[in-house]
């Protein structure tokens, strides 16, 4: 066990030194230069060197790249080139958020696929099943911007419920919530019945009901107990792409969260947020794909790692 | 029923969530008093007047700071910290007589030396502030006496006061600039506005709160202003039907056209200091002949892109300036879309068979850029010219654009736009089409080189006789609008919209948006 924390500690220190190279590089080759884009087209080449100058950006690349690991590993993210200021702070209010929906995201996809998906696998083929199918395809099937504003025309223009814009109450986060979970949730609606449909053909499941258990016993305690590892391991994978992929629903809903910040700092080719949140979120999602492997081995005592 | 169980949880779990969005919600019209909130598409960079801007930051800085001298609605110069100026005869002195009694929000009193200091704080070179550059022309500043102030300049300075009324010299507190460093004071600003910094949290709002000792605060009904930045068009526009956004600055042209149908709404469709078109190096063939740029005016339908792409909130340029920027002249010369004349304009240019050329086209900086040039190039297509469009990220694009000496330069054509907040002539023309600003030095990236015009704007900016300054633009618009260094096909104009609730917003031509005389009625 100790070999393997040990192991997975390397690999990740070597995802996020590998991956902060990668974005360091991919972001600083990019054509684009920060100082135009901060003083814009009508400024004066003298200007620019100005800025050039008070960013370090006239530094050779492995000499910025490493004066930015030596500020990070102090705990300092640097200083925003567009609009100085302090990248830390704006980083530690804005990567909460995210998770906060990444989560909540999954929470109701959890809550809502899982016994959608158990439901549809018991009545397989009848009309509760049809029509849990067909809106699962639906959910996988529509852009998210769509039924973003499809539910900014419903919840907030037509009935008022919820708030369109702004940020700070629970209710800011009830429409971002489900407009994240849509496609997680459609998907674990899919993959727990198709599960449960095989295993309910089990030999063990055919044990089960013959020496008498409840039908409720046979699904919960037989047959998905034997799918949670499978769907744990896709609600890992989802989880990552959720951290990550809140940009859409971040810019429809004025969300301010990481995804639309670090989209809006690549545009303006301001280093500092995208180094700085795209480090966050690869901690964030070495860290979730970690605790997956451990909850492998609660749900499933043949696990070892050794 | 085997999944009795399952069904009930799946229920509650629904009902749950259904209850919970019930909850507390600041959803649908909160009762705001007087305090507005102000949708804007984007986070300004910062709040710091003399640091780098967007259009968003330009219309907090009206409110948070003062400046010597304003615009108004028809870029007219009017009185403001400064209540009457004068210029020495020999053009080289400008005096302004400061009003008495004013203070900063931190208390400092708004003197000359406060005015002084914000200048030489803008000056500093250490500081990076690119738009300082507009008052290069100035050599010293003298704080006369507590309330007078003079700014005295090497050569006569034409266009001195329309650049004071610019956002870039607004006046902000020297206590609370010399506390703080450029980097804090942009987070936490101090001017002496008619109305004070509350709060910013980033991607969620900015908050100003009314000035009551400012002497415009009788103006307005509006005690506090949100600025909330929504960067969807469409969340902006439904925010503005929920009610939750009394006015928004700043929407794609389609969402406003659609909103004038809501009785509840005024859209504002009003004239701006930004003009678009198509602008090619006119030291390359085939560009550097004066027929083949005349025959692309002709090829294009510039009424039809204003309709179809911007729906009606723009207008067909007839002139090298923008209404709205002094000496803005319309000229009697017009490129009617004529096809057939295009075709032999270009003949004559000895291209009978057409040519083959590219266009960069940068993606997110001009509004519909992109469906905009595809068009474009539609239409040059049935004359015989063949446009292969480069269309890329404005980062890229802004690279590629500036800064190349004309040997190394590898523009053969791009989409452009120069908006002028000055409202001023010398900063529409001079940056732009003067032979001594030939990129890298400034703005001049296709290398438009024209010994009469160069005198001309010479001549308008060394001079404070306004007359004198006049005649020489209005001879400088007809020379460029004959040579056509630039395609103009269109000005932009403000399309923003706000709950008829609230009055008195000023959309000035200067791309400016003011609430100070602002009032609201629930």
């Keep these: 066990m100790l070999a393997f924390l040990m192991r997975r500690t390397v690999e990740g220190l070597l995802t996020i030194v590998g991956l902060s190279l990668l974005v360091f590089f991919s972001l600083h080759l990019a054509p684009g230069d920060p100082a135009a884009l901060i003083a814009g087209d009508q400024a004066r080449e003298e200007e620019l060197v100005v800025i050039r100058q008070r960013y370090g950006l006239n530094d050779s690349l492995p000499v910025q790249y490493v004066n930015w690991v030596l500020r990070v590993a102090r705990g300092d993210f640097g200083y925003s080139h567009w609009g100085e200021r302090p990248v830390g702070p704006d980083l530690a209010r804005a990567f909460p958020i995210s998770m906060g929906l990444a989560f909540g995201g999954l929470i109701v996809a959890v809550l809502l696929g899982i016994p959608a998906g158990v439901i549809a696998a018991v009545r397989r083929d009848g009309l509760l099943d049809l029509s849990i199918m067909g809106m699962a395809v639906a959910g996988m099937s529509m852009p998210v911007f769509w039924v973003a504003l499809l539910m900014l025309l419903l919840f907030s223009l037509r009935l008022g419920w919820l708030p369109s814009s702004g940020w700070g109450t629970f209710s800011h986060y009830i429409l971002p919530i489900f407009s994240v979970s849509l496609a997680s949730l459609a998907l674990l609606a899919r993959m727990t019945r198709s599960l449960m449909v095989e295993l309910l053909l089990e030999d063990f499941v055919r044990t089960a009901r013959a020496k008498g258990l409840a039908s409720r016993a046979v699904f919960y305690k037989h047959a998905l107990r034997n799918a949670l590892p499978s769907l744990v391991t896709v609600i890992g994978l989802r989880l990552g792409l959720l951290v990550g992929g809140a940009v859409i629903t971040e810019t429809v809903f004025a969300v301010p969260g990481l995804g639309r910040m670090i989209v809006q700092a690549v545009n303006q080719r301001d280093f500092p947020i995208v180094q700085g949140g795209v480090l966050l979120i690869a901690l964030a999602v070495i860290a979730i794909n970690f605790a997956v492997d451990l909850l492998y081995l609660v749900l499933d005592p043949r696990i070892r790692y050794a | ?522």
């Design chain 2, 1 to 522: 029923m085997r999944n009795g169980k399952f069904s009930s949880a799946l229920w509650l779990v629904l009902v749950a969530l259904l209850v919970l969005s019930f909850g507390p919600s600041s959803g649908a019209g909160p009762a705001r008093g007087t305090k507005i909130v102000v949708g804007i598409d984007t986070d300004p960079p910062s709040l710091d007047a003399h640091s780098n801007t967007n259009l968003a930051s330009d219309i907090m800085f009206a409110h948070l700071y003062d400046r010597l001298v304003m615009f108004d609605m028809r870029s007219n110069i009017v009185p403001q910290l400064a209540t009457e100026w004068s210029v020495s005869s020999n053009g080289l002195t400008w005096t302004f007589k400061l009003r008495r009694g004013h203070k900063f929000h931190d208390g400092t009193p708004v003197n000359a030396a406060a005015v002084k200091a914000s200048f030489e704080r803008l000056f500093d070179p250490r500081n990076p502030f690119s738009r300082r550059t507009i008052f290069e022309m100035i050599k010293r500043i003298d704080a006369v006496d507590e309330n007078t102030v003079a700014f005295t300049t090497d050569k006569p300075f034409g266009a001195m006061l329309n650049n004071m009324a610019n956002p870039t010299a607004s006046i902000v507190s020297p206590t609370a600039a010399a506390k703080q460093d450029v980097s804090t004071f942009g987070r936490f600003p101090v001017g002496s506005g008619p109305f004070f910094f509350r709060e910013w949290l980033r991607g969620t709002r900015i908050v100003l709160q009314k000035n009551p000792a400012h002497w415009l605060a009788s103006q307005t009904n509006v005690t506090e202003i949100e600025f909330r930045p929504i960067p969807d068009d469409a969340a902006r526009a439904i925010g503005l039907e929920t009610g939750e956004l009394d006015f928004v600055t700043t929407i794609a042209p389609q969402e406003a056209k659609r909103l004038t149908n809501n009785p509840n709404m005024v859209v504002y469709n009003l004239p701006r200091s930004r003009i678009q078109g198509l602008y090619p190096n006119v030291t390359k063939k085939p560009w550097s002949d004066v027929r083949v740029r005349q025959a692309m005016a002709h090829a294009i339908d510039n009424k039809a892109i204003v309709d179809t792409f911007l729906s009606g909130f723009a207008r067909v340029a007839d002139s090298p300036l923008a209404p709205g920027v002094f000496p803005y002249k319309p000229q009697a010369v017009r490129y009617n879309y004529d096809p057939e004349r295009a075709k032999r304009l270009l003949a004559e240019a000895g291209y009978p068979n057409g040519f083959s050329s590219s266009m960069w086209v940068p993606v997110g900086t001009y509004a519909a850029a992109q469906q905009i040039s595809e068009a474009v190039a539609e239409m040059l297509k049935k004359v015989g010219i063949n446009l292969k469009l480069e269309v890329m990220e404005s980062a890229q694009w802004l690279v590629l654009l500036r800064s190349k000496p004309q040997a190394e330069s590898t523009l053969e054509m791009t989409y452009y736009g120069w908006g002028t907040q000055t409202g001023e002539a010398d900063y529409a023309l001079r940056l732009v089409f003067h032979s001594d600003n030939f990129a890298p030095k400034c703005c001049n990236r296709n290398y438009y080189s024209n010994k009469e015009l160069d005198g001309l704007l010479d001549k308008a900016l060394g001079t404070t006789n306004v007359a004198e300054r006049r005649a020489a633009y209005e001879r400088a618009q007809e020379i460029l609008w004959r040579d056509l260094p630039w395609i103009w096909i269109f000005t932009v104009n403000h399309s923003a919209v706000g709950n008829k609730a609230l009055t008195g917003v000023n959309l000035l031509p200067v791309e400016l948006i003011h609430f100070r005389d602002a009032n609201i009625s629930r």
